[in-house]
């Protein structure tokens, strides 16, 4: 029996479909068979960022209302054998389409045949957020380390506290800026998750590799040396029970002055 | 036995019906009594019987209420002060226990949340920004605060606030608030928020809290 995981924000924009792809992706990279679920009813994007776009002929609101079965709408990512599938949102209809019943009915079926059930949010705490938790055993909150971002998880963590799923919701501190924070510009971990006072799932740091891979349909994490592709495969590992120590967000050592003075005659 | 009994105390007069009685009972009995006191010669020196009325262990109805004094109101010389009842309904002890303890709080209220208590409040917790705590009693917080205190909710001016609330966003107290942005520096550990004469929301010493609010000075054993 698999988990559902719901991947939320409250705030839109923090990278909750970016994630939502990543993680999944890096877990069929460990060998698990992971379905994500796009709730974004009306815009949805999590098959673009996967490069699956076009692969679509049914979605959820067809599977919630009969008019497709369930395995006729999941759409296969070709890159992994048979591990990683995308349930896809709907693009016509109302935001009002689903009930969170229908969702949990769609969840509780696929649970039996995967290992993990990612659960893509939607921005707000409207229907859409009532929808992808209904369904969901646990709970992943993304913020960025940005004050406007950390209000609304604050908001969405009170929420989830007063419709409790089996596990405590689990924090993503995405994009973080590690020059930024270096220089006290920005918030850091430590001060984010204290302050949220729910436990630390893990960081991304940010990365222009991000958008640029997901512009060409393909994961960020597919790449093993991408530092946000990193921090998203430990994410993946943790959900699995490993203990997989933080990445450092202090920069290397400042360069000493050879190295400086080396690196400016190399320049030359 | 009798349903209904005339007593006299120092005070006045005690009419106490019987709970062993039934109501038709204690009816018929009022009204043998009462039409008894009205025509005896010895009760023609008193001229107006004010009553308090027990119930012992029963809980009238309104309109058992209303048939008692209806049927008292026949008599001139007879009137109800009070009606007293040894018991109370678990809803008004609950509601009474709300309202006189003080309810130690160690939670977080986050962003959003709004909670509402009944009576005073000890606050160990934390407020997020955002966040919001109303209570119709008092406030004495030693937690975070970082989002809005409401004391005397809704319009209790008498209720004060108590504690370091110098990161909090708002302080209400019954239909006064105060913005901390601009009166932050002079909260601490030691501050009362409080009501002042001209109905405004002040802050104060809790040293002077005897002048501040005299009433909850006295209550809780201040001297």
């Not at chain 2, 990161?167 to 002079?186: R, S, V």
Request: with cysteine; net charge negative; hydrophobic share 40%.
């Amino acid at each position: 029996m698999g988990k559902a995981i719901v991947v939320t924000s409250g705030k839109g924009g923090v990278g909750k479909t970016t994630s939502t792809a990543n993680i999944g992706t890096a877990l069929a990279l460990m060998g698990k068979r992971v379905c994500m679920l796009d709730l974004d009813l009306g815009l949805r994007n999590l098959d673009v960022v996967l490069g699956l776009d076009n692969r679509i002929m049914y979605d959820i609101v067809d599977v919630a209302e009969g008019r497709a079965k369930l395995r006729q709408a999941l759409v296969k990512d070709k890159r992994f054998d048979d591990l990683l599938f995308l349930l896809p949102a709907a693009q016509n209809t109302d935001k009002s389409a689903l009930e969170p019943g229908q969702v949990k009915t769609i969840v509780d079926e696929l649970k039996p045949d995967f290992d993990y059930v990612l659960i893509d949010c939607p921005a707000g705490i409207e229907q859409g957020f009532m929808n992808s938790i209904a369904g969901a055993d646990a709970a992943i909150v993304v913020t960025t380390p940005e004050i406007s971002a950390v209000r609304d998880a604050d908001r969405v963590v009170g929420l989830l506290e007063q419709h409790p799923l089996t596990e405590e919701p689990r924090l993503l501190i995405n994009r973080i800026r590690r020059h930024m924070v270096n220089d006290g510009d920005m918030m850091d971990v430590d001060e984010i998750t204290s302050h949220l006072g729910i436990e630390l799932l893990g960081i991304i740091f940010d990365d222009d590799a991000v958008i640029s891979t997901s512009n060409h349909g393909e994961p960020v994490v597919l790449n093993s040396e991408n530092p946000a592709a990193q921090g998203y495969r430990n994410v993946a590992r943790r959900l699995e029970g490993e203990t997989v120590p933080l990445m450092k967000v202090e920069a290397e050592a400042a360069p000493g002055f050879w190295n400086r003075m080396t690196r400016w005659f190399h320049k030359g | 036995m009798q349903g209904a009994v005339l007593r006299g105390t120092q005070s006045g007069y005690e009419l106490v019906l019987r709970q062993s009685a039934s109501f038709d009972q204690i009816m018929t009995d009022l009204r043998d009594l009462l039409e008894k006191l009205r025509v005896a010669p010895e009760s023609e020196a008193v001229t107006n019987f004010s009553l308090d009325v027990l119930t012992e262990n029963r809980l009238l109805q309104p309109d058992e209420k209303k048939a008692i004094e209806t049927l008292v109101s026949e008599y001139p010389k007879f009137q109800i002060h009070k009606f007293e009842s040894g018991v109370m309904t678990k809803a008004d002890a609950n509601e009474l226990r709300e309202r006189e303890t003080v309810h130690v709080l160690s939670r977080t209220i986050r962003n959003g949340q709004d909670l509402e208590y009944k009576g005073d409040i000890l606050f160990l917790g934390i407020i997020h920004e955002g966040g919001k705590l109303k209570t119709n009693g008092n406030i004495y917080t030693m937690g975070n605060v970082h989002g809005i205190l409401q004391a005397g909710f809704p319009d209790d001016e008498s209720k004060v606030v108590i504690g370091d609330t110098h990161d909090a966003q708002q302080i209400h107290i019954g239909e006064q608030f105060t913005i901390l942005d601009d009166d932050a520096d002079q909260v601490n550990a030691q501050t009362v928020a409080y009501v002042n004469d001209l109905h405004a929301l002040s802050f104060g010493k809790l040293a002077n809290l005897k002048k501040i609010n005299p009433k909850l000075f006295n209550q809780i054993g201040g001297l």
